[in-house]
């Protein structure tokens, strides 16, 4: 895949009313609907910002949660989960998508912007319509929740040219949902030059970057909870990397392929044969693939469970590995330490309990110190390293979880495909 694309620095777009697609899916308090975090509605500031300066007329669109779409298979999913079809009713389903509104996105938006955000109430109905044909240069408005149509997930002609018609650009600013090929995310750019924004201008010159020209050695730290989940990291970073390093869950299935004991260990059976392939690959290619020497254990999996360091090899059959060991810790900061390049996609072990957490933040702790450009990618491993407070010493810690997965992965990203190449 070219991950050289054009931007919206390369595009003229004062005065011209552009379609901006987001990443406005905000975690929501259940019961009051209130944004809890509006990190991503932040991270979507320069860009918003630098098309409102070139006197552009921003129609910004996102989708939010997973609201079903029409009302058959409203009942249709309802009925899945037990429920009685005869009993659900229409003004049921359209309260559970009144909850996936955009109008506090909207809201926050406009708070952060100092700007009023013109809120539509639909995607492409008359009101959206309306209110993006009336727009000026300079304003602001937000489509509703581009999934309240059927045919975003689908990836729908209609819809992508339906949206394309309000608008004469496409800037597309949601890494987090460029994995997905939907109207709004890739369809669209069949009938508007296509550019990306800031975001995943950024997105791609550094882990596009790091793929396809990276600072040597480059080093892939991969952990996370299961091997089935990586292999398409494994695969493609195989290909790459000078090191990988194991930890995590999958960590005591390659154990086992090596003829460890496990103990009550995460083991994925099915890939036995698999972990023992990748550790003939990575010799014949010369890659070092590191596993962890000792490993953290525990007799159940709670956060108030004794740890107990044993020898990775030899997890005693009542116990289950939660974190990697002191000689690991030791053996991958040392290995972090002259790379020119970290990838690092997966925590070492249980983070969320703070007693398991040792190897993460160790590792953490040695990307923070090293001069490698240090790369964060995946949901949980974004968190961790935030949590543990190294977030603002990475070089990058990717804003998509699953779009980082692929993009790893070596995959085409549809969303970043379907831009203008540079
Ligand atoms: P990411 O979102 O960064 O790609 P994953 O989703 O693959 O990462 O994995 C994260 C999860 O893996 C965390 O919730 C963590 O608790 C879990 N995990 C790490 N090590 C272990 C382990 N030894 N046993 C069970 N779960 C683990
Ligand atoms: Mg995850």
Redesign the pocket.
């Known amino acids: 895949m070219n991950y050289n694309k054009k931007t919206v620095k390369d595009i003229d777009v004062a005065g011209k009313k552009v379609l901006l697609r987001c990443d406005f899916n905000v975690p929501q308090d259940k019961t009051t609907g209130a944004i809890t975090d509006d990190k991503r509605i932040r991270a979507a500031l320069p860009t918003i910002q630098y098309l409102l300066d070139q006197n552009a007329a921003v129609i910004a669109c996102s989708h939010l949660g997973k609201p079903v779409a029409t009302f058959d298979s409203y009942v249709k999913k309802q009925a899945e989960k037990g429920k009685d079809p005869a009993s659900i009713t229409e003004e049921e389903w359209k309260k559970s998508l009144a909850k996936l509104s955009l109008a506090p996105v909207a809201k926050r938006l406009s708070e952060l912007l100092g700007k009023e955000v013109i809120m539509a109430a639909d995607v492409v109905g008359p009101d959206a319509q309306a209110k993006a044909a009336a727009l000026k240069p300079g304003q602001i408005m937000l489509l509703e929740n581009t999934r309240f149509e059927k045919g975003e997930t689908k990836n729908d002609p209609a819809l992508a040219k339906a949206m394309a018609s309000m608008a004469e650009v496409y800037v597309s600013d949601a890494f987090g949902a460029v994995h997905r090929a939907h109207a709004s995310t890739a369809g669209v750019a069949d009938y508007l030059p296509a550019v990306s924004g800031f975001l995943i201008q950024k997105e791609l010159e550094i882990i596009g970057g790091a793929l396809a020209n990276p600072k040597r050695p480059l080093v892939a730290i991969l952990?996370?909870?299961?091997v089935s989940?990586?292999i398409g990291v494994i695969n493609n970073l195989l290909e790459i990397a000078d090191t990988i390093i194991i930890?995590?869950?999958m960590?005591?299935t390659f154990l086992k392929a090596q003829g460890g004991s496990v103990g009550k260990?995460?083991l994925e059976e099915d890939w036995l044969d698999y972990c023992n392939d990748m550790m003939k690959k990575a010799k014949e290619k010369g890659v070092k693939l590191l596993l962890p020497e000792d490993t953290v254990c525990a007799k159940e999996?709670s956060a108030d469970a004794e740890p107990i360091t044993v020898d990775s090899m030899n997890i005693p059959d009542d116990c289950?590995?939660?974190?990697i060991g002191p000689k690991a810790i030791a053996a991958y900061a040392d290995a972090v330490k002259d790379a020119g390049t970290v990838i690092w996609?997966?925590?070492?072990?249980?983070?969320?309990f703070p007693a398991f957490a040792a190897g993460t933040k160790a590792v953490a702790e040695a990307l923070s110190k090293s001069s490698a450009i240090t790369i964060i990618?995946?949901?949980?491993?974004?968190a961790?390293v935030q949590q543990l407070g190294y977030a603002d010493k990475m070089t990058h810690i990717s804003t998509g979880?699953g779009a980082s997965?692929e993009f790893m992965e070596g995959k085409e990203l549809p969303g970043v495909a379907c831009l203008l190449d540079a």
């Open positions: 952990g996370g909870s299961k989940s990586k930890g995590g869950g960590t005591y260990s995460l999996f289950m590995g939660m974190d996609n997966g925590p070492m072990g249980v983070f969320e990618g995946g949901g949980d491993s974004a961790a979880g997965l």
